[in-house]
């Protein structure tokens, strides 16, 4: 049964063509008003089995849009959504995938971060050819390799990475445990660069500051998400660059 939404069904079942769009408005006159839930709430659009769902898809239509901004609605012809009984097609127990609706109105992201590098202190290897790091302190941070100079080289090699401790960080690079994986690259990478004549740089950032929109805070390193958004940024600033290789690999790259 539809109840108050039954005009809303009639209207629907008179109309032709594949799709519909309805301000909420005329819906609101139709049905002598709508509840404040139904200018706010995407759930009160779903194609679900409450009382004004079951209105369009008995009229054999369903919600395909609704932009909250320009106060529409677009109906599609079909009847999607309900329960799995209702509909027939499945047994309760079975659960269909969530289908996303495209939007009207895309949601965008303007995120900036700034940081400031400390001065790049030299990597070098000790007697025994071992690394040899600045000293950094035990605290959270984005840090920035630079690999430059050696004979042949064309352009410089950057590595960038995050850590909760630079220090220990530094250490994991100078002697990687037998399951650091990253550790050991990274170790061997600089270990062959210096042996071949080049040289390397290290420098680090312990602050940043992130701006959206109208908003401007401080982004505290020591939040594994903070430092990841930041080390990201710093990557990005690599490659929008265009004058060093990435070291870094990506997940899914043979790179």
Do not use: C
């Not at 898809?57 to 919600?63: C, G, I, K, L, T």
């Not at 840090?143 to 909760?164: F, K, M, N, T």
């Not at 805070?217 to 990557?235: F, G, I, N, P, W």
């Amino acid at each position: 049964m539809t109840g108050k939404y039954e005009p809303l069904r009639q209207h629907l079942a008179a109309r032709d063509g594949p799709s519909v769009e309805l301000t909420f408005a005329e819906i609101a006159e139709l049905v002598h008003g709508l509840p404040a839930s139904a200018y706010s709430t995407r759930q009160w659009w779903a194609n679900s089995s409450v009382t004004q769902a079951e209105a369009w898809r008995q009229a054999d239509w369903h919600v395909d849009t609704v932009s909250f901004d320009r106060r529409r609605v677009r109906f599609a012809r079909g009847k999607v959504g309900g329960s799995y009984l209702a509909r027939g097609r499945r047994p309760a127990t079975k659960k269909a995938a969530p289908v996303l609706p495209d939007e009207f109105d895309p949601i965008e992201l303007d995120v900036r971060v700034q940081m400031r590098w400390h001065l790049p202190a030299d990597v070098t290897l000790d007697d025994a050819g071992g690394l040899l790091f600045p000293v950094l302190p035990h605290t959270a941070g984005v840090y920035r390799l630079i690999l430059s100079g050696a004979p042949g080289q064309d352009r410089p090699q950057v590595y960038v990475g995050e850590s909760e401790d630079l220090s220990r960080r530094t250490g994991h690079y100078r002697r990687p445990g037998p399951t650091q994986q990253t550790s050991q690259r990274v170790h061997d990478l600089l270990v062959q660069h210096l042996h071949d004549g080049g040289v390397a740089g290290m420098a680090v950032a312990t602050s940043a500051t992130i701006f959206t929109g109208e908003v401007t805070r401080e982004l505290s390193l020591r939040r594994k998400t903070a430092r990841v958004l930041a080390e990201h940024a710093a990557l990005a600033m690599v490659y929008l660059d265009d004058t060093a290789t990435v070291l870094n690999r990506d997940k899914d790259s043979e790179a």
